[in-house]
């Protein structure tokens, strides 16, 4: 039920961040309310996994303000909340697939010459896209 929940979250705002290059506010509140409490409606009360799980989001979170033209605050928002509905594991894997995702379609941008070191993308799509690759190799693994 939680990866169905992070897949319609993902799309949902992938398709905002990609239209309005942000996510809206109220959506990320009741995604993180959300996250916190399926948390504690299901116990999970392992306090080091959960720190685990929010390692990811916070690092995103620390990169756009310090950087603030790069990485936005949603971006690391969204990953916080993925890190509540998600194992560690997974949430690591699903950055690390954005992030690959993301690289590989700037560098193809830049080929193309249709964007430049400058150019800015949305990165929630790219969490969503990795979320979906990663689901269908595991059910084709399975």
Do not use: Y
Request: positive net charge; aromatic residues 10%.
């Amino acid at each position: 039920m939680r990866q169905i929940v992070v897949w319609i979250v993902l799309f949902v705002f992938g398709i905002e961040d990609w239209k309005k290059k942000r996510i809206s506010l109220p959506g990320l509140t009741l995604f993180l309310a959300g996250g916190v409490l399926s948390r504690i409606w299901e116990e999970q009360n392992d306090c080091g996994s959960l720190l685990l799980s929010l390692i990811p989001g916070g690092v995103l979170l620390l990169l756009a303000f310090a950087a603030p033209e790069g990485l936005g605050t949603g971006d690391g928002l969204v990953l916080l909340g993925i890190g509540l509905f998600l194992p560690w594991q997974q949430t690591l894997a699903l950055l690390a697939g954005a992030l690959a995702l993301s690289s590989a379609w700037g560098i193809l941008l830049m080929l193309r010459h249709r964007g430049g070191r400058k150019t800015t993308l949305p990165f929630v799509p790219f969490l969503w896209l990795a979320f979906s690759v990663g689901g269908i190799v595991f059910l084709i693994a399975a």
